[in-house]
Structures are given as C-alpha cells and as structure tokens.
C-alpha cells in the first residue's frame, strides 16, 4: 500500500526537495494534498504533474490561485485554516509540516491529534510548543526533517534514554564563520543569503548567520529527546558531513555522517524505518579526512546563549525569543535593520516582557501577536537611529 502524503508548504526549499523524493519512488508515495503560501505557478505545475485530490493556498493567494487552478481537477482549499483542514484530511497518512514558522504549530498539533505521521520541517512549532506537542505525541509519529534531529534519531535507534550522556549538535558556522562583532555589523543581506554548505529558504539562511538556527535546534533537540539543556552541547563543524553525534555513559560516540543534502532526512521521514536508494554519493574518504570541530564563539554570536537561556527557564520564552526572530530577521531581509541587530532585537523583547510559566496554546499565540508587537516597535527605534 502507497503512503499518502499531504505537503504544507510545498513550494518551499523543504517543500520541493519532498517532492523530488516523491518523484523517484512512485510506488511507494502517493501525493493526497499540497499546498502553498504565496507561490502559485509553481503550485499549479506541481498540480498538473501530480493530480492531487486538494490543493490548499492561503488567504492572499486565492483570488490568483482561482484562475489558475480553474481546470484542476483538485479541490482548492483556502481560509483560515486551510493548513490543519488539510493535516487532518481522512485521506492522508504522513503530513509533511515545512512551512515557515509560527504558522505550522497548528497544523502540527491537530494531524497529531488526528492520528497522522508528522514529518517535521518548521522546527519553529516545536520551539514555542515543545511541552505540547510532545504531551500529543504518540512513540514515533513525529519524525523530525531537520537534519540534525534526524541525524539524532538515527544515533538513538536501539538505545535507551538513560544511558544518553549528551548531543553534540553541529554547526557549520554559517558565512560569518571566524567574524568579529564589529566585522558583523556591515555584513549585507546578499553575503548572508550565501550559505557555505547548505541551499535553504531565506529565515532559516539568515537564522544559520546568526547561529540562531542552531539555537532553535537546541530547543528542539531538548524536546524531541526529552534531553536537559545542559545534555545538548552545540560544536562548530564547518564541513557539514556529521549531522548528530550521541555521547553515551560508556565514552561511546555514535554519529551519522552524510553528504548535507536534506533528501535523506526527508526521505528517512517519508519512508521509515526503510532506507531509500537516492543516489546521493556517500562522503569520499578524503572529505572524512577533513573532518573537523571547534568551540562556537558565543561572545560574537549571543543567539546561541539566548536560545540556552530561553529553553533553560522555560515557558514562554522560546514562543519570545522565536517571534521576535521572525520579525527581526524579517526587517533585515527588508533592509531595515543591521546583521547585528536581529540579535539584539530578540534579546530586548525577552528582557521587555515577563514570563508565562506555562502557556497553553491560545496563550502562547497571544503572546506570539504581543512579542511580534514588541520586535516591531524595537525594529522601528532602531531604524531611526
Ligand atoms: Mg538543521
């Protein structure tokens, strides 16, 4: 029997490269639904090619998607909610979450509750509702797509959770690898849209400069593996060929090394515990012999420590410390705000709202619409100075 998969956020970087798996293995997949928040065109040829039952689009992307879909055979879903209509879908089995941020709590937490396998891309849901969604969780209907965390799964298969000592999360260092602070502040949007190593959308790009991406995965990590803050130790690895390392009580690391190429967590996901044949070549031994690791420079880049500090005390920070990312980063693509100060707009809208110790979900997107308020009112401040 095929899989039935439904993708919210098809058109994105993850997105796209699920389809690319989907496309090599017809027999196994079949794609139910698909949907997309702003890019139409490219929507409607993956409609053509794929024949799904639904298409979803957002609000704004309607009236567009109307006329061009008008001789689609698939349903178009739109509307508030269309993302959790389309995760919920009797239809589907694996819902593939990859669209960009806050927006993919929900549609998480209510596939979840429906019964489906996740496919988790928007790290950012796990980040604000670790408690919540891993309370939903049943063992092993959340598989995550960040490559770090499938990487980590990979290591813990077979192990017991007592007897991990620690997760080594690996960084490449983004492109500012080695920058001083004073180097960072004249950095443009162009140098930080070139990542090194890895081919990705713009938050998450501009998230990997900053060292806030690895931040965010310290959060994500603690809660998919029900790790202490302390258990998760991020380390500096500018080849991009170790994805996860796992310390165990015995002095045993294991790690899972692969090509940086996002098919093979994405595929892991779609297929598991089956291992797809992708054509992706393994690392030459030359390339293994390059690998290296070193301490991150928490004094340049504060978004780790923030992130540490946000998870450690718990609540509401990390929906904080997330929203006023978004935003921030946001006002740096627009160019309305230096490389330098996405960091220190976070670090302010922490320090400029108190804490809520446990939000519930309606809570948390209160505080998410306030905390995006915040960052907006700093951005604002600083964009006049
Ligand atoms: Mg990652």
């Known amino acids: 029997m095929k899989k039935r998969v439904a993708i919210l956020g098809t058109t994105g970087s993850i997105g796209q490269q699920t ?14 639904a698909l949907t997309t928040n702003s890019n139409v065109e490219l929507l409607w040829k993956y409609a053509c090619e794929f024949n799904p039952r639904y298409l979803g689009v957002s609000e704004q ?42 927006a993919g709590l929900e549609p998480t937490i209510k596939a979840l509750e ?13 980040v604000v509702a670790g408690q919540i969604i891993t309370s939903i969780a049943q063992n092993g209907q ?3 797509i960040d490559s770090e965390h499938s990487a980590a799964m990979q290591c813990l298969i077979g192990e017991r959770h007592q007897d991990v000592a620690m997760l080594y999360l690996p960084a490449s260092g983004g492109p500012f690898r080695g920058y001083t602070y004073q180097q960072l502040k004249n950095v443009t949007v162009e140098q930080a849209l070139k990542h090194p190593k890895w081919n990705m959308g ?25 790790l202490k803050p ?19 009580h015995d002095g045993s690391i294991k790690a899972q090394i692969s090509k940086p190429d996002m098919r093979i967590p994405i595929a892991l996901a779609l297929a598991y515990p089956q291992r797809l044949p992708l054509n992706i070549p393994e690392p030459s031994l030359e390339e293994l012999s390059s690998i290296s690791f070193e301490e991150p420079d928490e004094e340049t880049f504060r978004a780790l420590r923030l992130a540490r500090q946000a998870v450690k005390e718990g609540g509401d920070r990390p929906c904080v410390l997330n929203a006023a990312n978004e935003v921030a980063v946001n006002a740096f693509l627009n160019r309305k705000i230096p490389f330098t100060a996405i960091v220190e707009v976070v ?33 604002t401040k600083i964009s006049k100075r």
């Open 347 to 379: 670090e302010e809208t922490l320090n400029k709202l108190p804490l809520t110790p446990k939000p519930d979900l309606k809570t948390l997107h209160k505080i998410d619409l306030q905390a995006r308020q915040v960052a907006q009112e700093i951005i």
């Open 61 to 102: 992307a309607y009236t567009i998607a109307r006329e061009l879909l008008c001789n689609s055979e698939s349903a178009l879903l739109s509307g508030k909610d269309y993302l959790s209509t389309i995760a919920t879908l009797p239809e589907v089995d694996i819902v593939v979450v990859a669209v960009v941020g806050f």
């Open 142 to 144: 959340l598989v995550p």
């Open 202 to 226: 713009p938050k998450i790009t501009i998230d990997s400069a900053t060292l806030m991406n690895k931040g965010l995965e310290l959060i994500e990590a603690v809660h998919l593996f029900s």
């Open 114 to 126: 429906a019964g489906k396998t996740v496919a988790l891309a928007t790290k950012e849901a796990l």
């Open 19 to 32: 389809i690319d798996v989907i496309r090599q293995f017809p027999e196994l997949f079949e794609i139910v």
């Open 230 to 248: 302390e258990q998760v130790k991020v380390v500096i690895h500018p080849q991009a060929l170790v994805h996860a390392m796992v310390l165990f």
